[in-house]
């Protein structure tokens, strides 16, 4: 049985995949996709059972990660990921640069930033350097994937890269290394906001398959970038949609291409930043797929840690709210 989780991290985002493998520690493959956010204030008082996707794989005693994936270095995603990386390093991790670029990279001193999306943007860079070093002094790979490229993780389980592709790819690479080799202060921030500002549509896209049901995770992918991507890739069974349902996050066009029979949307229970749109999961419901979330956005979703979807060996799901 496979198990998908989306950890309930507020306004961010970290996924915890567990599929039967005997080849593996504890006889299972064990991949999270992201880590969610590590600032105080997003846990501090909530009510809606928020929790650190580090503390959530203590709990749950997960005791190693096969492969963990950053799909893009924004602190709602990698910030709690440097911290799980802490508790298990990977044994591999995938991102978007390549591999050695992190070691050319310095720390950089977050208060540069004038505003707090420029500090936050700033901790996940510094993070992700964390990150990086964290696999390769614990013995794991750091690997740079892009579009078009297959693994088999074993006899049931699949995941395909549908993006980024060669060429974003580069750009992105450029557009770090521009950033990381300007001097002025004010051009330093320029490109930082420039960075920052596009980096959702650079996301890791994967396709996950096990026993022909078919899984999207777009990271923050929103409704432009899809672009390039055939639509035979889009097809799921459940799709995460992007950016935190903002709406911006899917179109029309998107959800009848993906056709899904689940929605998750991790959106926080403030619905900050407009996440969790109505107009969207209106449109999204309309079409006939059940709407789950990570937080608790809209009413009637019971106070929880973590929404989690199971796939039967026969191909049939289930979805329940971790309390």
Same mark, same amino acid.
């Given at each position: 049985?496979?198990?998908i989780?989306?950890?309930?991290?507020?306004?961010?985002?970290?996924i915890?995949?567990? =599929?039967?493998?005997?080849?593996?520690?504890?006889?299972?493959?064990?991949?999270?996709?992201?880590?969610?956010?590590?600032?105080p204030?997003?846990?501090?008082?909530?009510?809606?059972?928020r929790?650190?996707?580090?503390? !959530?794989?203590?709990?749950?005693?997960?005791?190693?990660?096969?492969?963990?994936?950053?799909t893009?270095?924004?602190?709602?995603?990698? =910030?709690?990921?440097?911290?799980?990386?802490?508790?298990?390093?990977?044994r591999?991790?995938?991102?978007?640069?390549?591999?050695?670029?992190f070691?050319?990279?310095?720390?950089?001193?977050?208060?540069?930033?004038?505003?707090?999306?420029?500090v936050?943007?700033?901790s996940?860079?510094?993070?992700?350097?964390?990150?990086?070093?964290i696999?390769?002094?614990?013995?794991?790979?750091?690997?740079?994937i892009?579009?078009?490229?297959?693994?088999?993780?074993?006899?049931?389980?699949?995941?395909k890269?549908?993006?980024?592709?060669?060429?974003?790819?580069?750009?992105?690479?450029g557009?770090?290394?521009e950033? !990381?080799?300007?001097?002025?202060?004010?051009?330093?921030?320029?490109?930082l906001?420039?960075?920052?500002?596009?980096?959702?549509?650079?996301?890791?896209?994967?396709?996950?398959?096990?026993?022909?049901?078919?899984?999207?995770?777009?990271g923050?992918?929103?409704? !432009?970038?899809?672009?390039?991507?055939?639509?035979?890739?889009?097809?799921?069974?459940?799709?995460?949609?992007?950016?935190?349902?903002?709406?911006d996050?899917?179109?029309?066009?998107?959800?009848?291409?993906?056709?899904?029979s689940?929605?998750?949307?991790?959106?926080s229970?403030d619905?900050? !930043?407009?996440?969790?749109?109505?107009d969207?999961?209106?449109?999204i419901e309309?079409?006939?797929?059940k709407?789950?979330y990570?937080?608790?956005?809209?009413?009637?979703i019971?106070?929880?840690?973590?929404?989690?979807?199971?796939?039967?060996d026969?191909?049939?799901?289930?979805?329940e709210y971790?309390?």
């Open positions: 049985m496979l198990k989780t989306f950890v309930n991290s507020g306004y961010a985002e970290g915890l995949i567990q =599929c039967p493998d005997d080849s593996r520690q504890s006889s299972t493959f064990v991949m999270t996709i992201d880590g969610g956010g590590a600032r204030d997003e846990f501090e008082g909530n009510i809606s059972g929790i650190r996707m580090s503390d !959530y794989l203590k709990q749950t005693e997960v005791d190693h990660i096969d492969l963990m994936v950053s893009h270095t924004h602190e709602d995603h990698i =910030c709690g990921q440097k911290l799980c990386a802490e508790l298990l390093p990977p591999e991790l995938w991102q978007t640069l390549p591999p050695g670029l070691q050319t990279f310095e720390q950089l001193d977050v208060f540069r930033g004038t505003n707090l999306s420029q936050n943007f700033l996940a860079l510094n993070d992700y350097i964390h990150l990086c070093n696999t390769e002094e614990n013995g794991g790979l750091v690997r740079q892009s579009a078009g490229t297959v693994f088999s993780i074993n006899e049931d389980l699949t995941i890269v549908l993006a980024p592709n060669d060429e974003k790819e580069k750009t992105l690479t557009m770090m290394q950033l !990381y080799s300007s001097v002025d202060s004010d051009d330093f921030l320029e490109k906001n420039g960075v920052d500002s596009k980096l959702n549509n650079f996301s890791l896209i994967l396709m996950l398959e096990y026993r022909g049901q078919r899984v999207l995770l777009p923050d992918t929103n409704r !432009y970038g899809y672009d390039d991507l055939q639509d035979d890739d889009l097809h799921a069974d459940l799709f995460k949609v992007g950016h935190h349902g903002q709406i996050g899917a179109s029309e066009t998107v959800i009848r291409k993906v056709q899904p689940m929605v998750v949307c991790c959106a229970s619905r900050r !930043y407009n996440s969790a749109h109505p969207l999961i209106s449109m309309k079409t006939g797929a709407m789950y990570s937080d608790c956005p809209v009413e009637g019971p106070a929880h840690k973590a929404v989690q979807f199971s796939v039967s026969e191909g049939i799901w289930s979805a971790i309390r």
